[in-house]
């Protein structure tokens, strides 16, 4: 059978979205937000054609209290909520790591999936063991010294139980193993030893297969994708997904397959949408080094100023997604090229639906209640949001035919014939601008705007 996974997922309290507003003392409201998010997620998953996704936060106690009051195991390891079983719920989480790297500390991301909640008691006395403060925080931070100790503590993680599996989450944004932020070419240069047994890795919303492609490490590892979502928003639960192929629906079942690189497709963001793709700096930016409101840079990896120094404020530019997986190809012995390397496995690429509509109704707000109207709409005539990525166009036409606004539909043909582009591309934290209707080429972008240093800029050019 296929099922549709999301595996990196958070709940209310891991920070990032409402969890700011849930203090600790407000523990019965606590509750009631968390609950809320599980039904929600519940309700809204099915929607997008998703049929499993993970707990997120699984160590954390309020949290894990409340999964183990409001799910019920159905298959081994696989959770539905009590009398409401639209969607299948999988134990996870994920935890900060941080080692030195030379004198610099490294942090990396990694999710973690358990077989049961016993194995979670046995994880939480480790990060107990190790003092961190996992009590206070639903995303906490194992701090180790070198790479080695990294070793260490996460092959006492997967020792717990052989059916544990940890997955280096969204591998190339800052926070992610090959990404920017202290830069390494290598996976042991912070996992150490227990690289090799890291099999399956995250490729997150600023990578494809098609670019992690150029990276000969991970030519024999398995690629997955996932929302990392921290709210049940439908322009966030599932924005990226992972089909497997599976003989048994079962905890053990989803792990063999992502093992055993059973992948079907990932579905994925287009890597130029991603916060992280191009190197550059924001406008607006206050350090390193002062960019003006409308002062900004970003550059095609063939177009980087010498040494990454941005022409605007010389200080180092963040360092896109693109130029690291060439940098790491070629750290790695080859130099390889954009397309030269087919992809290990399938992937289409797509748009959100939510992300479509607003584009084309010109509503920011991705949560506005016109944008969820219509995505019910034409969801119901469809079917879930998944199916219509792999619909043929023409059945696409009759099903919505004078029900749907055509501008609506023929931007799904458009994206689903892959006629879109994101111009301004994403670079230093800024997500991508969506344009429906023409493809895009990132090889020659060279775009500085600085009203004050003209002068300067000449010389990086
Ligand atoms: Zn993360
Ligand atoms: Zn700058």
């Known amino acids: 059978m296929e099922l549709a996974i999301d595996i990196h997922a958070h709940s209310v309290f891991a920070g990032g979205t409402r969890a700011l507003q849930i203090s600790p003392e407000k523990k019965k409201e606590n509750r009631k937000i968390a609950i809320s998010h ?18 997120g936060d699984s160590q954390f106690s309020i949290w894990t209290d409340i999964l183990k009051e409001n799910l019920v195991e159905n298959e081994k390891g696989i959770f539905t909520l009590k009398n409401l079983s639209h969607t299948s719920f999988i134990l996870q989480t994920e935890i900060i790591f941080t080692t030195k790297i030379g004198k610099r500390s490294k ?4 999710i973690f999936l358990f077989p049961h909640f ?17 009590k206070k925080m639903a995303r906490p931070f194992v701090k180790c010294h070198t790479p080695n100790q990294v070793s260490d503590r996460i092959n006492a993680i997967l020792d717990i139980d052989p059916w544990i599996e940890a997955i280096p989450a969204h591998i190339m944004t800052p926070q992610g193993v090959f990404g920017s932020n202290i830069r390494i070419n290598r996976l042991d240069e912070f996992f150490g030893d227990v690289s090799s047994r890291l099999r399956v890795f995250e490729t ?14 991970l030519d024999d590892r398995v690629l997955i994708s996932n929302s990392d979502a921290h ?16 003989d048994n629906f079962d905890y053990n079942g989803i792990i063999s397959a992502l093992r055993n690189n059973k992948i079907v497709y990932t579905a994925e963001f287009p890597p130029e949408e991603g916060r992280f793709f191009l190197t550059g700096h924001r406008a ?9 409101e409308n002062e900004f840079c970003y550059f095609s ?50 748009v959100p639906l939510i992300d479509i509509l607003s584009h084309v109704l010109k509503i920011k707000t991705k949560t506005a209640k016109s944008l969820i109207k219509n995505y019910h709409k034409i969801t119901e005539l469809l079917g879930p949001e998944k199916v219509i990525w792999q619909m043929d166009s023409n059945e696409i036409v009759n099903k919505t035919e004078s029900r749907v606004d055509t501008k609506i539909i023929n ?23 969506l344009v429906i209707g023409k493809k895009g080429n990132f090889e020659e972008i060279n775009v500085i705007i600085s009203s004050q240093k003209k002068q300067q800029l000449d010389k990086y050019l």
């Open 107 to 110: 942090i990396t991301h990694v």
């Open 204 to 217: 997150g919303l600023s990578a494809d297969p098609e670019f992690l492609a150029l990276i000969p490490e």
């Open 284 to 292: 607006g930016r206050k350090s390193p080094g002062l960019h003006g």
């Open 118 to 134: 016993s194995s979670i008691d046995m994880f939480r006395d480790l990060l107990d063991s190790w003092e961190v403060k996992h």
């Open 38 to 55: 599980l039904e929600k997620t519940n309700f809204t998953m099915p929607m997008k054609g998703i049929d499993l996704i993970g707990t």
């Open 231 to 246: 709210s049940s928003a439908l322009h966030r639960m599932g924005r990226e997904f992972t089909v497997i192929s599976l």
């Open 301 to 350: 990896p063939k177009h980087v100023p010498k040494k990454d120094v941005c022409p605007i404020c010389q200080k180092n530019l963040t360092v896109g997604v693109y130029q690291r997986c060439i940098e790491i190809s070629k750290e790695q012995g080859e130099n390889r090229e954009l397309g030269s390397t087919k992809p290990r496995q399938e992937f289409i690429r797509m």
């Open 411 to 433: 931007a799904i043909l458009e994206v689903k014939a892959g006629n879109f582009t994101f111009d301004v591309p994403g670079f230093d934290g800024v997500y991508g601008s």
